[in-house]
């Protein structure tokens, strides 16, 4: 009788909740149960597929940038034979420029494109870091953003507004005011003398660290930007200046990707054409006063390209073209070992 009614009991309990099925999930969504993953494994050759295509694809990629460099260079030495066959490596060295009697040489070029660059670096380096420490660490934030804005508008200006500029205002200025006072005081040196004409190595220089500051300053700035604020705070905490912070916490840790700033900025400068044709002076001469008249590769190609009358003066403007693609490589080259001399190999530290 007793165990009539347990029977009972346990058969009019409440009823016992199923078990969950492997296909639901928590949420009430479905969970990808045994078919879905059988169709997934079915697919996966697929997949693979695509992988192998894409990694070769970016191989491709990759590829290209050595065929698009080779194919530069076979072109700039196919269409400069005939000087080369002619004059050789001489044809580098030599500052005769003659092309009614076919005697042609570089050097004058290459002199006038290294030493406008090299002063627009001693004059834009100082004051881009200047810019981005000062945006970077002690400008207020009203001010920040305009002078950022500033700042990077300057590279967006056409080269050939540069040279309007430089014609118009820059020139006068350096003629009437900052010549005379450099021949005054550096005279003695050799590199301030000579005649004043306003135009010259100095105004290509000048116009060229206007034009590569922006680049400069804003790689700095955001070099100095990515150092950790933990360093800032350590060396303010040992007693540190400002000054001291900035110096040992924040430029001696940003210095690798400040020298890469700078090299980009000398990339700039080495290639530019329109503004440094426009005050340069357009003269194949080697002097060592920065107020005489000089000529850059990139000049003496745009002026003289339309004008080669024989394929001697073509092939002899091929050929600088390909002097100036040389002194690039050479650059990069100097570039790299600089950034091994600070590192030695090693990476940036953080702390």
């Known amino acids: 009788m007793v165990n009539s009614k347990v029977q009972e009991a346990r058969v009019s309990g409440p009823p016992v909740s199923p078990m969950p099925s492997p296909e639901a999930s928590p949420s009430g969504t479905e969970s990808p149960g045994p078919s879905a993953i059988r169709q997934f494994l079915l697919t996966r050759g697929n997949s693979a597929l695509t992988d192998r295509s894409f990694r070769w694809l970016m191989v491709i990629c990759a590829l290209s940038i050595f065929f698009i460099v080779g194919l530069i260079a076979t072109e700039l030495v196919t269409r400069s034979q005939l000087t ?14 003659d092309p009614v009697n076919g005697n042609f040489g570089a050097l004058p070029f290459i002199f006038g494109t290294l030493a406008s660059s090299l002063v627009a670096l001693i004059i834009a380096v100082p004051l881009a870091v200047g810019v981005a420490v000062f945006l970077t660490e002690m400008c207020p934030k009203v001010l920040r953003g305009p002078l950022s804005f500033l700042t990077e508008l300057l590279a967006a200006i056409p080269s050939v507004v540069y040279g309007l500029w430089a014609v118009f205002v820059l020139v006068p200025i350096l003629r009437e005011h900052v010549n005379p006072f450099l021949m005054k005081t550096l005279g003695w040196t050799g590199f301030f003398a000579g005649p004043n004409y306003g135009i010259g190595m100095m105004a290509a220089g000048v116009i060229l660290a206007i034009m590569i500051l922006p680049i400069i300053s804003s790689l700095t700035r955001e070099v100095m930007t990515a150092v950790p604020h ?47 044709t426009m005050v340069i002076g357009n003269r194949p001469e080697i002097v060592k006063s920065l107020l005489g008249l000089g000529y850059s590769m990139s000049s003496v190609i745009a002026n003289e390209f339309s004008e080669a009358s024989d394929d001697m003066y073509l092939s002899a403007l091929i050929e600088i073209g390909l002097a100036l693609f040389i002194v690039t490589i050479i650059v990069n080259a100097i570039a790299r070992l600089l950034v091994w001399a600070v590192t030695r190999g090693a990476p940036p530290r953080v702390a």
């Open 84 to 97: 080369i066959s002619k004059f050789g490596l001489s044809f580098f060295f030599k500052s005769a420029w």
């Open 230 to 276: 933990s360093q800032r705070e350590a060396v303010l905490a040992l007693g540190a200046t400002r000054w001291e912070m900035i110096r040992m916490g924040v430029l001696r840790n940003a210095r690798i990707g400040i020298v890469g700033s700078i090299i980009l900025g000398l990339g700039r400068a080495l290639g530019e054409t329109m503004a440094v």
